[in-house]
């Protein structure tokens, strides 16, 4: 895989979730071809992998903001893109809080090596960073204090993305598979250990826009019969692992 610039340090954007098949998936990608590109980030097909270690308060305040659906929410996670190599203290990865303020998502992230996100999320120690990201780094200092933030699970998944040309800038549509997540041995550096999330036939797919739908794409939408769902891949994750009734109200498959 392409070495994942991703220089982006804040955005906002809409997003949009759907659980699909994998039937419908196929569907949809070959009627997105008329209008998107694969993500260069990814391989030639727009696909890599990605690990997040999500952090949260003993009470699980992040997870209990979005299952009671708190109109202003925030979570905290570290990011890898995995790579045929090891993970190593030196690897770069991003350390990230993602912020939901009523139907707007926020994401803000610093680029760190692997061993500096440990020592900031863990150690609550300020590591050495670039200028620009020094916002954001004393931002996800606080945060850690305030609400004794520790790892609470970590989720990893298959994405192919698809993002838009210049007559679509900013828009980006992708389709996660092979979705497992793990809440103990909570380090992305030791060998896997999660659980299937979903069952194999099933993929979420997320259209993320800076600004508004093209119509194409509401078009598109509605011609496959979408329906929109509220998922989060962090709360899904704890539930599975609990065993919580609500995962119900997020995986709704007996919709579809």
Known sequence: MNHLSHAIRRVNRFELKYLITLQQAERVKSALGAYLIPDEHGNHNGRYTLASLYYDSPDLRCYWEKVDGIKF??????R????????????PVFVEIKQRVDRVTQKRRASL?????????????????APAERAVIEEIHTFLWQYDMR???????????????EYDIGLRVTFDTSLTSQT???????PQSGVPM?????????IKVNERLPYWLTELVAAHNLQMIRVS???????AARGCAAAASHFALSTF
């Open 73 to 78: 929410r925030r979570k905290l996670r570290i």
């Open 80 to 91: 890898h893109y995995e790579t045929d190599e090891a993970l190593t203290e030196d690897t």
């Open 113 to 129: 090596r692997y061993g500096d996100a440990l020592r900031l999320c863990d150690e609550r120690q300020i590591p050495a960073h």
């Open 151 to 165: 790892p609470a699970s970590i989720v990893r998944y298959e994405r192919q993305a698809f993002i838009g040309t």
């Open 184 to 190: 103990d041995r909570l380090h992305l550096h030791e």
């Open 198 to 206: 979903l069952g194999g036939n099933w993929v979420v797919m997320e």
């Open 233 to 239: 891949k962090y709360c899904r994750s704890i539930e």
